[in-house]
């Protein structure tokens, strides 16, 4: 299916620092793909915040506005498996539970530690349910409500994706 490293020089975002930190664009020169070298570089990403509390208000202000952008936010439900783990454990369906746990331990294990390499994936591989069971409660809360917080303001999001203050 081809490599695990692909770039197209039109889809890369990077800070001009973190050109410059690798040599800038001059290391590349001699390459014929020099996106495709770029790519090579690993990104990480983590949901970052001062408090859990800015965290929440980020994640509740992406969700409604997926929500009202999309019109398919209700399905998003079904990625947080853990979650549906949990509800067939309760319910005493236990082959179910222990099936759909291993699923998403392998979605989110092999690529984060077996290709990616993930040293924070690797240390924090058993909080994975909870992540997913805060990803739950992001869901229900994005589901209900119309306003956002944005760098301190509070946005009303309208049916039509218009926002007033």
């Known amino acids: 299916m081809g490599g695990k490293e692909l770039g197209l020089g039109s889809t890369l975002v990077f800070r001009r620092s ?8 001059e290391v590349l020169a001699d390459y014929i793909a020099d996106d495709y070298q ?7 990403t983590s949901l970052q915040g001062e408090s859990w509390r800015q965290v ?6 992406w969700h409604r506005t997926f929500r ?3 019109g398919a936010y209700a399905g998003l439900f079904v990625t947080q498996a853990s979650t549906w783990a949990l509800i067939a454990a309760l319910a005493g369906f236990w082959t179910l539970a222990v099936a ?36 739950t409660a992001i869901w229900i809360a994005g589901l209900f409500g119309d ?5 301190g303001t509070k ?11």
């Open 18 to 25: 973190d050109l410059e930190a690798i040599g800038g664009f």
């Open 38 to 44: 770029l790519s090579k570089t690993t990104v990480e």
């Open 56 to 61: 929440w208000a980020h994640q509740v202000r």
């Open 68 to 70: 009202v952008s999309r």
């Open 100 to 135: 759909t746990l291993a699923a998403r331990y392998t979605m989110a294990l092999a690529p984060g530690v077996g290709a990616m390499r993930c040293p924070l994936t690797r240390r924090s591989w058993f909080l994975i349910p909870a992540r997913d069971w805060f990803g």
């Open 147 to 151: 306003t956002v917080d944005w760098r």
């Open 155 to 165: 946005l009303k999001l309208r049916p039509d994706e218009h926002i007033e203050d």
